[in-house]
Each structure stands twice: as structure tokens, then as C-alpha cells.
């Protein structure tokens, strides 16, 4: 049995133990891990904290501040660190799954008390030359050991190297991910992090400085626009020291000053000898009267001391990175929990650092990083966190699905397993291809599906597009969200063969064939009644018993499996099955179907009816009292217009609206089952025609008479076959008028009754049924 203590340790320890007693080990920051953003703000509490305990300190020696956890896992063997310059990096890497915000600053603060302290080393030279006193100058010769001490400690944010290069030979302690690159020299060193950029600067200015009698402070003025929050911090951590400085008389809130605390104080107070191994004796304070600098070096001293080693942190590390975050999100109770797609990079880093040691090129290197940028990008910008989780778990769904068939998403956890585990299980060979498909399913759905108005943009060929994006835009409204996987292959397969919009997209004919069995199977119920399980039992089983299932797997992206007409003929099979099973009396495929939906209360859901009205009015005219069929550009209803004129507010209305029957005549449609047909609606466009459930059948046939009275009705043929382009305007009043042109399918009726409902049920129905089996090759 594994015992948990094999699969991770964790043990508090101080600062230095941490940071400055870990002088070969370098800590680096994965791609998922947000910016720093501490603000000046956290670094006064966190000085206010240091003060308070400090002044505990003197009384009891249990005074200690905790200030958190350090998640990590080592990568010593530099797989996950990108980009990587071979044999530059640090002997040992800990990767930081958690507490990159608190190591971040106390490397900040440990660099402006190393600057502090080298500033403050020159007058305590000083003062010991210029001592008459020998008894005095030992003692104080006693700090300076003390002090300088501290100043080599405090120099370990770097890590020293064997190269020869001034200031490249030491390497800065933390660097982030595709940002930075550990380097010896400068053609391989990278620092553009605002840490890394700082701690280089820094580390330049240490050797600049080392050549003059007085040591200045860094220039932050040198710094990037992009370090300009890691250079309030240092400007607020410099303020801090200040006060220190002066006695710890730090800035209260109401605007008062903490009482100093003397060296008078300090004298043989215990717990700064066994604790702080810094004993303050009479002598020290006598020294001080007569060198009054000295103080303050006394004070910065003490508060480097109790930095090091009474601020603790718990270490954390852990042996792989699915258990560091199963811990991250245990000890996170306050942060943004890491997406999927966070966790999920630092696997294709690794991957690609494999590739590396197998000897592909530099830039073989930079195309999958390219990659894996396109996909992480998208999700840099966005601030809110619950959109995010959503546009996450979104791609897992449609990518995992589509990928290996089966998917399960409920939880955070479920989400980073359903990418990790298909990426294992991906093989060595297919991991770029694997990639490539996510970054294509990530590009659907953020430029096409989730867009404000989704469109196919180029996936299809120009004069399909109208029609595809009608589908497109049915189906996201429908938030048909399971269909991605299947429409994520076929856009595969598109760019693979090469007919990525052209006449041979596979993807537009599968669009249609979704949206066609989509429209068919809500009919029949005007819910999803279990439509979700036919993609499902696709994508798991496939479509013969002997598929493994529809899935991209390990290069199994072929056109012989991917094919439109297999799928056309899957959903025939599926719809078929679904109108068997309603157990219609009629003999035949579409006259079940018709028998099925013409009972059906439609009109309870207006939203799901949309296309089928659309398909239902589609190409067919009103000539004399027979309907026929007809190409002509006025009975064309499926397009993306027509959505977006019955899409509006109280587009779709009823001829009869359910309440009294009064001026109706028939009694019989005040039942809902009558009234509620699909038979029964009334495309408003303008909402011009009362919807008041009192309106009489003889009021409500005048309005529509005297819509259809309009003179322009006759010209819309001359509105849409004008020569040249024509105006989005114009289209749109031509649509309002194809609309109002068949109000004449229901002024026909001399009574609108049972009757009149139950034929213009059958003839929209037929009409429909007509117009989407064409998708999917019914014949």
C-alpha cells in the first residue's frame, strides 16, 4: 500500500530555509499561474504583521508568523520549463503549483533588505575605523560580522553558477513559464517577468556598485512599463524599511505613529538571543550613543533576522502534479481555483521538452508553442471567473467528447481529468496532432458558437453561407451545445482534405443533417426528449456495431470513417426509430411523423418552433386555393433575415390566443389542444396585430387584409432582384413583407376554426418535413 507520506511531505519552515538556505534551487512559475499582483496594500500588512509579532517577540518566545503554504513539485529535470537553454537552468527546479503571490514578495523583500543593508554597511565600517575605544570597535566589529552575514543570505534570490559572465553567471531565483529562460550568457538569458526583470537588474546593479565606496539604490526608473507593479511594491517595501529604520515607528491607519522602540529596549532581552541569535548587550547600546548610525543598522539587522527566521511557511511538495492540485484546491479557500485548460499546460510543456531532447528543431519547438498560445490567449482576457469556468468547460466537453468519446465534467476535478487522462492516453506520436484539434475546437467555439451573432465565417463555400449560418445560429439558440463534437470532426476532416469552404465541406452538409434532425425530433414533442443520448451512443458506440465509436483518438481522422453520408444515414435511422416508437397508426415514415407532430400543443414552446415555421413556409406559394411549390426568391424563408425578424419580441403570436370564443364561432378552438397547433400561429413582424385575446376572428382578419393590401407586397421580387448588392435595409422591409404576404394562408379561411387549424397544421408540417428530410437524403 502507498503510504501518503510517499506522495508528499510537508513541514514549516522559515524564509531562509525556503528561499536563502536553498542556494542551487530555482523556482519556476507554470503558464496557468496568474501575473503577480500583490498590491502596496498587502505589503503594509505584511509589515504591519512583521512589527506586531516583532514587538511580541521581545516578551515571548512563541511569537512567530505563519504566513501561508508553498505548493510545489519537482522538476529538476527541467521537462516542464519552456523555453529552456540545455544545461543553463538551476541544479534543482521546483515548480510552484501554489504561493507564487507570497515567494514573490519575500524575494522582493529580501532583495530591498540586501540593498538596505549593503547602503548601511559603509558607515558601520566607518564608525569602527574612526572607534578610539578598542572595547568599542570589537563589538562593534561583532555586527558587522552579523551584518554582513546577512547581506550574503540575502543575496541567495540569485543562484550563483560557474559561468564567467559578470552578471549572467547568477541566475534569478524565480522566472516564469514562455516568458523567461534561465541563461549563463546573454544570448540565452530571458528575464521579461517584472521578478525576473527586477532580480536580473538588481544583480547587474550589485556588480555595477561593487566598484564604489558608497552603494546606491537601485534605479527603478530603468524598469519596464510592464514591472510597474512589482515597482510600486519595491518603492512601498522601501518605505517599510524606512520605519523599520527609524525604530519600527511604523504609520498607523488614523494617521498617528507606533511608539519607537529603543535599543534601551533590546538590551538582554532573551528571545533576541535565542531566537534571533542576535544578542543586544549595554556595550552594543552604549556604542550606539556614540555612533548614533549605528542604531538603524541595529534595527534593519533585527528585522532581516526575524524575516528569515520567524516568518514560517508550510512547504509543500508533492510528487506529481495531479496530486499538487487535489492539494491546491484543499488548501485554496480564498483564490480563483486553476482551470482545466491551466492545468492541463504545463503536460504539453513537458511534452514539448521531450520533443526537444529527442532532437527536433528550435523551431518545430516554436510552432507547438504557437499552438498551445492560441488556445491559452483566449483565456487571458477574460476577467470574470464564472465565464471562464463556463468557456472552459465548454471546450473540454465539445474537444473530449469528440476526442475520445466519453466525457464527464460535473466537477473542477472531473474537467482537469478529462484533459489530462486523454492527453496520457494520447500516444507520443499523436500528441501535436492532438493539439492541433484542440486549438481548432477552441477557435470554433470562441470565433463561431459563442460569438454574439455565431457565424461560419470561411468553413463554408460563400453562396452556403447564409443557409449555414440560419443552422448555426438555430442551434446555438437551442443551446444544443452536444452537437460541437460532432461538427468539431467534420471541420477536422474540412482541413485535412482541403475543402474547408469549398463545395466538398463535409462540414456544411453535416450542419445542415444536425440541424435537420434537431428540427424533425423536437417536432414530434417540441422538447429534447432525449436527443443528447442518440449523440452520446454516437460518439461512445458509433455507428455500427463493430465502430469502436466516433471519435478522433490516435490518428483515426480518416474520410472513410468521418463521413457526411454515414451520419445522414445514422440520424435517418435514429428519427426513424424515435417515430416508431411513438406508435403512430399510419403506415409510413413521414406520414407517422406528421400524424405525430399535428398533435402536438407546438405553440406552448415558440422558441423551439422557430425553424420548423421557417421550413414549414418555405418554398411554397398560395395560387388561387392550392398551395404549390415554387423557387422563387420571395417564398425563400430560410435565412439568417427571416431568424432575426421571428426572433424578435412577440414575432411569433396566435391567430387564435386561448380565452373567449366570442366572434369566433367554434368553441371547439378554445381547447389548448386545438389552439396551441403549430396550424395556429401568426408571424408578426412589425407587431402590429393585437395579440389581445378578446380581438374577434373579424377584427383580426381585417388587419391582416389590409397588411396584404400594401402595394409594395407585389414588388418584393423587384426589391430582392434589383441589380447589384442589396441593402441590408431593403432586405430586411422585403422579409417583413414575405412574412406579411403569407397572412393570405390564413385570410383564406372564411371561419378560423378546428378545421382551418388542423389544414394549415398538416400543410406547414408536410411543408417542413419536405424541405429538412432533403438534408439528411430521405428519399
Given at each position: 500500500m502507498q503510504k501518503s507520506l510517499d506522495i508528499f511531505k510537508a513541514e514549516p519552515q522559515s524564509v531562509f530555509d525556503v528561499i536563502c538556505e536553498r542556494k542551487s534551487t530555482g523556482f519556476y512559475m507554470p503558464a496557468y499561474q496568474r501575473p503577480?499582483?500583490?498590491?502596496?496594500?498587502?505589503?503594509?500588512?505584511?509589515?504591519?504583521?512583521?512589527?506586531?509579532?516583532?514587538?511580541?517577540?521581545?516578551?515571548?518566545?512563541?511569537?512567530?508568523?505563519?504566513?501561508?503554504?508553498?505548493?510545489?513539485?519537482?522538476?529538476?529535470?527541467?521537462?516542464?520549463?519552456?523555453?529552456?537553454?540545455?544545461?543553463?537552468?538551476?541544479?534543482?527546479?521546483?515548480?510552484?503549483?501554489?504561493?507564487?503571490?507570497?515567494?514573490?514578495?519575500?524575494?522582493?523583500?529580501?532583495?530591498?533588505?540586501?540593498?538596505?543593508?549593503?547602503?548601511?554597511?559603509?558607515?558601520?565600517?566607518?564608525?569602527?575605523?574612526?572607534?578610539?575605544?578598542?572595547?568599542?570597535?570589537?563589538?562593534?566589529?561583532?555586527?558587522?560580522?552579523?551584518?554582513?552575514?546577512?547581506?550574503?543570505?540575502?543575496?541567495?534570490?540569485?543562484?550563483?553558477?560557474?559561468?564567467?559572465?559578470?552578471?549572467?553567471?547568477?541566475?534569478?531565483?524565480?522566472?516564469?513559464?514562455?516568458?523567461?529562460?534561465?541563461?549563463?550568457?546573454?544570448?540565452?538569458?530571458?528575464?521579461?517577468?517584472?521578478?525576473?526583470?527586477?532580480?536580473?537588474?538588481?544583480?547587474?546593479?550589485?556588480?555595477?556598485?561593487?566598484?564604489?565606496?558608497?552603494?546606491?539604490?537601485?534605479?527603478?526608473?530603468?524598469?519596464?512599463?510592464?514591472?510597474?507593479?512589482?515597482?510600486?511594491?519595491?518603492?512601498?517595501?522601501?518605505?517599510?524599511?524606512?520605519?523599520?529604520?527609524?525604530?519600527?515607528?511604523?504609520?498607523?491607519?488614523?494617521?498617528?505613529?507606533?511608539?519607537?522602540?529603543?535599543?534601551?529596549?533590546?538590551?538582554?532581552?532573551?528571545?533576541?538571543?535565542?531566537?534571533?541569535?542576535?544578542?543586544?548587550?549595554?556595550?552594543?547600546?552604549?556604542?550606539?550613543?556614540?555612533?548614533?548610525?549605528?542604531?538603524?543598522?541595529?534595527?534593519?539587522?533585527?528585522?532581516?533576522?526575524?524575516?528569515?527566521?520567524?516568518?514560517?511557511?508550510?512547504?509543500?511538495?508533492v510528487n506529481n502534479e495531479s496530486y499538487a492540485f487535489d492539494m491546491f484546491e484543499a488548501l485554496n479557500t480564498t483564490g480563483e481555483p486553476l482551470t482545466a485548460i491551466e492545468t492541463f499546460v504545463p503536460k504539453v510543456i513537458e511534452h514539448i521538452g521531450n520533443k526537444r531532447k529527442d532532437g527536433i528543431s528550435e523551431s518545430e519547438v516554436e510552432a507547438s508553442m504557437d499552438i498551445l498560445n492560441s488556445i491559452t490567449e483566449r483565456f487571458e482576457d477574460i476577467i470574470k471567473s464564472k465565464e471562464k469556468n463556463d468557456k472552459t468547460k465548454a471546450l473540454i466537453l465539445a474537444f473530449v467528447r469528440a476526442y475520445q468519446g466519453k466525457v464527464k465534467v460535473t466537477s473542477l476535478r472531473d474537467q482537469r481529468d478529462a484533459m489530462l487522462k486523454s492527453y496520457d492516453n494520447c500516444n507520443y506520436a499523436y500528441k501535436d496532432e492532438y493539439l492541433k484539434q484542440l486549438a481548432k475546437t477552441a477557435s470554433f467555439l470562441f470565433e463561431q458558437w459563442q460569438t454574439a451573432v455565431p457565424d461560419v465565417l470561411d468553413l463554408v463555400e460563400s453562396n452556403s453561407k447564409d443557409e449555414a449560418n440560419l443552422c448555426l445560429r438555430y442551434l446555438v439558440d437551442m443551446k444544443h451545445d452536444i452537437v460541437q463534437s460532432l461538427l468539431v470532426q467534420f471541420i477536422l476532416v474540412d482541413e485535412k482534405y482541403e475543402t474547408t469552404g469549398t463545395e466538398f465541406s463535409s462540414f456544411g452538409e453535416v450542419l445542415k443533417a444536425v440541424t435537420a434532425f434537431s428540427v424533425l425530433w423536437r417536432a414530434m414533442t417540441g422538447g429534447a426528449d432525449g436527443i443528447d443520448a442518440v449523440y452520446k451512443k454516437l460518439h461512445e458506440r458509433g455507428i455500427t456495431d463493430h465502430d469502436t465509436g466516433y471519435q478522433l483518438g490516435n490518428g483515426t481522422l480518416t474520410a472513410d470513417k468521418f463521413n457526411a453520408d454515414a451520419i445522414k444515414s445514422f440520424f435517418r435511422q435514429e428519427l426513424e426509430q424515435k417515430i416508431l416508437d411513438k406508435k403512430s397508426p399510419k403506415i409510413g415514415v413521414e406520414d407517422q411523423w406528421l400524424d405525430i407532430c399535428s398533435k402536438q400543443q407546438i405553440l406552448t414552446k415558440t422558441k423551439s418552433i422557430k425553424f420548423l415555421l421557417l421550413a414549414g413556409m418555405h418554398g411554397v406559394e398560395l395560387n388561387g386555393v392550392n398551395y404549390e411549390l415554387s423557387d422563387q426568391v420571395n417564398t425563400q424563408y430560410l435565412t439568417t433575415m427571416m431568424w432575426e425578424l421571428i426572433s424578435g419580441k412577440d414575432a411569433i403570436k396566435k391567430v387564435f390566443n386561448g380565452g373567449s370564443t366570442e366572434g369566433w364561432k367554434d368553441e371547439e378552438i378554445a381547447n389548448p389542444e386545438v389552439f396551441n397547433k403549430i396550424g395556429n400561429v401568426l408571424v408578426d413582424a412589425r407587431n402590429g396585430l393585437s395579440s389581445n385575446s378578446s380581438q374577434s376572428w373579424y377584427n383580426l382578419k381585417q388587419h391582416m387584409l389590409q397588411a396584404l393590401a400594401n402595394d409594395s407586397i407585389k414588388n418584393i421580387d423587384d426589391i430582392l432582384l434589383a441589380p447589384g448588392k442589396i441593402g441590408l435595409e431593403a432586405k430586411r422591409n422585403a422579409s417583413v413583407l414575405m412574412l406579411e404576404k403569407k397572412f393570405v394562408d390564413i385570410t383564406f379561411a372564411d371561419e378560423w376554426n378546428k378545421q382551418a387549424i388542423n389544414e394549415r397544421t398538416i400543410l406547414l408540417l408536410s411543408n417542413a418535413w419536405r424541405n429538412l428530410s432533403q438534408w439528411l437524403d430521405w428519399k
Open positions: 503577480y499582483s500583490w498590491e502596496e496594500s498587502h505589503i503594509k500588512d505584511l509589515f504591519s504583521d512583521c512589527e506586531n509579532v516583532f514587538r511580541n517577540l521581545l516578551e515571548s518566545p512563541d511569537a512567530i508568523i505563519f504566513l501561508g503554504s508553498i505548493l510545489s513539485v519537482d522538476d529538476s529535470s527541467a521537462e516542464t520549463v519552456y523555453p529552456l537553454a540545455k544545461r543553463h537552468p538551476p541544479t534543482h527546479i521546483k515548480l510552484i503549483i501554489d504561493g507564487q503571490q507570497r515567494l514573490s514578495t519575500l524575494i522582493l523583500i529580501i532583495l530591498c533588505l540586501n540593498e538596505r543593508l549593503n547602503i548601511l554597511l559603509p558607515s558601520l565600517k566607518k564608525a569602527i575605523n574612526t572607534e578610539q575605544d578598542e572595547d568599542t570597535r570589537d563589538v562593534l566589529d561583532e555586527l558587522r560580522q552579523i551584518v554582513s552575514q546577512l547581506e550574503i543570505d540575502t543575496t541567495n534570490i540569485a543562484i550563483e553558477t560557474t559561468a564567467d559572465h559578470a552578471v549572467y553567471k547568477y541566475l534569478p531565483k524565480i522566472i516564469r513559464s514562455q516568458v523567461d529562460c534561465w541563461g549563463r550568457n546573454e544570448t540565452k538569458a530571458k528575464y521579461d517577468s517584472p521578478v525576473a526583470e527586477i532580480l536580473c537588474a538588481y544583480q547587474r546593479h550589485l556588480v555595477e556598485q561593487r566598484q564604489k565606496s558608497a552603494f546606491k539604490q537601485l534605479d527603478l526608473s530603468l524598469m519596464s512599463d510592464s514591472a510597474k507593479r512589482v515597482v510600486n511594491n519595491i518603492k512601498e517595501i522601501r518605505k517599510q524599511l524606512d520605519c523599520v529604520q527609524k525604530g519600527f515607528e511604523f504609520k498607523l491607519p488614523d494617521g498617528d505613529v507606533e511608539e519607537k522602540i529603543k535599543i534601551s529596549d533590546l538590551v538582554d532581552i532573551d528571545t533576541l538571543d535565542t531566537c534571533l541569535d542576535f544578542p543586544i548587550e549595554e556595550d552594543l547600546q552604549q556604542a550606539t550613543e556614540r555612533h548614533p548610525k549605528v542604531a538603524e543598522i541595529i534595527y534593519i539587522a533585527l528585522f532581516t533576522k526575524f524575516l528569515l527566521h520567524r516568518v514560517c511557511l508550510t512547504y509543500v511538495e
